[in-house]
């Protein structure tokens, strides 16, 4: 009997030293492989959540919807053999310095739904773009909703969401206004005969997105200041192209202006605003544009909707040496009245 009890407690004794050496085991394993061991078994994601971003604007509730990113090349840049070699040298230490968005903007006055340029849709630039559609439905709406498309030029990066290759609305309940200036440019079978080869396929998708939308009699221009929604006015910004044009928002004090493509590489341009873009019809006029809107804004509180800015491109300007800073909206969950920011 006291043998059985002996052997019974050392076989207890045994079993709890294996649990004790095995324990120990996993302890020192955690101890030589670090605490997250196991999660770095975990695949990385490299997809961000569907992009959307909320502001209000006095009564307006703007959305600026992700559409993708891009990189810009370099040699789409013109500026100085100086500023174009410090560019170069600044890409060396970081590759992404060239990194642009492309977005659009979705304003709601409490009245109608606007939107502000669509994005490339199919038109431009492959899988990495083309998800403004998604953006907006993942912010609430949908493309049937929308009743006025403001476009700030007929480029394929604002206006290919319009429509897709098969030749469908994908806004058919919107009714789409441009100036009449860019319309007669790139839907003239006449200039576009005489433009040079490589600026054919701006042209050509112009025509195939304006298309459905002059059928259906949803295409409408401008040439004036006449009124297209109450609280927003027109600001012509020549030079990127004939009638490049932005939209300035005004609700309680509180102003938005969409810029469309007065800048396109903030990396570069804010400091060097004398940079010009290949993709300038003039590139004078629109350096001259560009100087002209970015000294106005830094001495005024406007806040800045711009398509090509980081997402969600929403900022404001301020003086900074003889160029620029942006100062990025920051992120906030709740969408608070409030005031204008003050000055300092
Ligand atoms: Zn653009």
């Known amino acids: 009997m006291k043998n059985k009890v002996v052997v019974r407690s050392r076989n207890v004794l045994k079993r709890n030293s294996m649990r004790f050496a095995a324990a120990l085991l996993v302890?020192?394993?955690?101890?030589?492989?670090?605490?997250?061991?196991?999660?770095?078994?975990?695949?990385?994601?490299?997809?961000?959540?569907?992009?959307?971003?909320?502001?209000?604007?006095?009564?307006?509730?703007?959305?600026?919807?992700?559409?993708?990113?891009?990189?810009?090349d370099p040699h789409w840049l013109n500026g100085t053999k100086a500023t174009m070699d410090g560019v170069v040298k600044a890409?060396?230490?970081?590759?992404?310095?060239?990194?642009?968005?492309?977005?659009?903007?979705?304003?709601?006055?409490?009245?109608?739904?606007?939107?502000?340029?669509?994005?490339?849709?199919?038109?431009?630039?492959?899988?990495?773009?083309?998800?403004?559609?998604?953006?907006?439905?993942?912010?609430?709406?949908?493309?049937?909703?929308?009743?006025?498309?403001?476009?700030?030029?007929?480029?394929?990066?604002?206006?290919?969401?319009?429509?897709?290759?098969?030749?469908?609305?994908?806004?058919?309940n919107a009714d789409v206004y441009v100036a009449k200036a860019e319309s007669d440019f790139w839907l003239s079978p006449e200039i576009a005969a005489k433009a040079p080869k490589d600026a054919q396929p701006f042209f050509q998708s112009a025509r195939a997105i304006a298309a459905p939308y002059i059928k259906a009699g949803k295409w409408h221009t401008f040439s004036g200041s006449e009124t297209i929604v109450d609280g927003m006015q027109l600001v012509p910004l020549p030079g990127h192209t004939p009638g490049h044009t932005g939209y300035e928002f005004s609700s309680k004090g509180q102003k938005i202006l969409f810029w469309g493509d007065t800048m396109h590489a903030q990396s570069v341009q804010l400091q060097h605003p004398e940079v010009t873009v290949v993709f300038d019809i003039d590139p004078t006029a629109a350096a001259a544009t560009r100087n002209q809107l970015l000294s106005k804004l830094a001495r005024e509180d406007v806040v800045i909707a711009g398509p090509h800015m980081l997402f969600p491109g929403l900022g404001r300007l301020h003086k900074e040496g003889s160029g620029y800073s942006w100062a990025p909206v920051a992120f906030t969950g709740q969408l608070d009245e409030r005031g204008p920011s003050p000055k300092y």
């Open 27 to 72: 302890a020192l394993a955690i101890f030589v492989a670090g605490p997250n061991a196991a999660l770095a078994q975990v695949p990385q994601h490299h997809d961000q959540a569907p992009g959307f971003y909320r502001l209000k604007v006095g009564d307006l509730e703007v959305t600026a919807l992700y559409d993708g990113t891009g990189v810009f």
């Open 91 to 172: 890409l060396h230490e970081d590759p992404r310095l060239l990194d642009v968005a492309v977005t659009g903007y979705l304003v709601n006055t409490g009245k109608q739904l606007i939107l502000v340029d669509a994005g490339t849709g199919t038109w431009w630039g492959g899988g990495a773009l083309g998800r403004l559609a998604g953006s907006l439905r993942s912010a609430g709406y949908t493309p049937e909703e929308v009743d006025i498309l403001l476009v700030t030029h007929l480029h394929p990066d604002h206006v290919g969401g319009l429509t897709t290759h098969d030749g469908e609305r994908v806004f058919p």
